[in-house]
């Protein structure tokens, strides 16, 4: 983490964890081949419709974190995924699980989910 992710407590600010998920979840499309290319070829995209999270305890600045996501759910145009965020330690900072909604780029309308996302995403591993 950055000394600019911190709030007036020297904790991470909440919002942060937020924007860690959203990585995680780019991270893992691009490594399996449905990053931003994937995405722009397809003329959709990617938009959040919730986050559900749970925090535990905050992280502080000079930490390590580590952070796990995991594809849930996939149905029509929405996706579920739970990310989990811990120090490297082991011990569970923060649960968080967010519906994306994939829609047409040109028109930002909910769309069925491709048959490649459907056929990869929920048979992968954890990232």
Known sequence: MRSYELDSNGHVNNAVYLAYAEEVAVMHAEALGFGREWTLAQAGAWVVRKHDITYHRPARFGQELELTTTV???????????????????????????????????DGRPSRLPDALLAAFMHTPDA
């Open 72 to 106: 849930t759910a996939m149905r029509g145009a929405r996706a579920t995924r739970e990310t989990r965020i811990a120090l490297a330690t082991g011990d569970l900072l923060a649960e968080l699980s967010t519906e994306w909604v994939w829609v047409r780029a040109g």
